[in-house]
């Protein structure tokens, strides 16, 4: 399997529950005159549109929510770091992952949950990011944004889009949640019919954004998140984030099963180091 897309892919989940600041806040999105620019070109959007994005975010919760328990038919797959330990089980045919981390020490829940807001929190683990930015506001909440990953190995780049919600579900948890739409981008190299196995609405979401030239103009492939989840919860003498995924890498067909297998359990082995990174403060 290409290294390139190895180390490209490492980054995505971890990049995925950092970026939601730069779509939840509206001065962050100020700190650069391009991001406030698209901002504000981005307030106005079409409330059917909004619905419908909230309906997908929805579903995409309650599904986040029933892969969270933990059930018989989740395989322990490594226990590789200390206090993180990675399962997978088989969903409509598609791997699913849930990675269970505990951090020994409950004050710094609100730490954590801002370090996975954070748009700078992926240079603690890789250096693969290139650049995130808002492509569309729904309200506050609830955004799409896109993520660029360099290529080490070669010219190409790879980018994603996230359908992005941030949600309080009581005064000691609160639930992340990422689903990539099938965006129309104007990308002509990528015209892959994405079909999401895990959340069935989000595929009659297509919305149509209109991609600066840094997609068109760029050898940049494609990739799709069809959900990450992350839980925080706060607990009388810890914190324990939860995640659960599955993501498409959009890899060659020719890429064995096994392989692929392998590359997604590193992405997400490699969210653990969140606990040496509050250990270690």
Avoid: W
């Avoid at 993501?247 to 392989?259: G, M, R, T, Y």
């Amino acid at each position: 399997m290409n290294k390139g897309y190895i180390k490209i892919t490492l980054a995505l989940l971890s990049v995925v529950g950092c970026i939601q600041n730069i779509a939840f806040a509206s001065e962050t999105a100020a700190t650069t005159n391009s991001l406030n620019k698209e901002y504000k070109q981005q307030l106005y959007i079409d409330p059917k549109e909004a619905k419908q994005a909230a309906n997908v975010m929805a579903e995409a919760l309650s599904v986040a929510k029933k892969l969270a328990i933990h059930t018989n038919d989740y395989k322990l797959y490594s226990k590789k770091y200390e206090g993180a330990s990675l399962y997978f089980k088989r969903v409509n045919n598609t791997d699913i992952a849930k990675l269970e981390v505990t951090i020994p020490d409950p004050n710094y829940y609100d730490s954590i949950i801002s370090m996975l807001m954070d748009p700078r929190a992926p240079k603690n683990f890789y250096n693969a990011h290139v650049e995130g930015a808002i492509s569309r506001i729904y309200d506050p909440n609830l955004v799409i944004i896109k993520q660029y990953y360099r290529n080490n190995s070669g010219p190409c780049q790879r980018y994603c889009h996230l359908l992005a919600k941030k949600t309080e579900l009581s005064k000691d948890e609160t639930a992340i949640v990422f689903v990539s739409p099938d965006v129309n981008d104007h990308d002509s190299k990528n015209n892959k019919n994405y079909v999401n196995p895990i959340i069935r609405r989000v595929n009659s979401f297509k919305p149509d954004i209109n991609s600066r030239g840094s997609i068109r103009n760029r050898n940049a492939l494609k990739m799709y998140v069809n959900l990450a989840a992350f839980f925080i919860k706060k607990e009388a003498d810890c914190v324990k984030v939860t995640f659960v995924g599955s993501i498409d890498l959009n890899l060659s067909p020719k890429a064995k099963e096994h392989a692929v297998k392998k590359v997604t359990s590193s992405i997400i082995l490699d969210i653990a180091k969140i606990r040496d990174i509050f250990k270690n403060e």
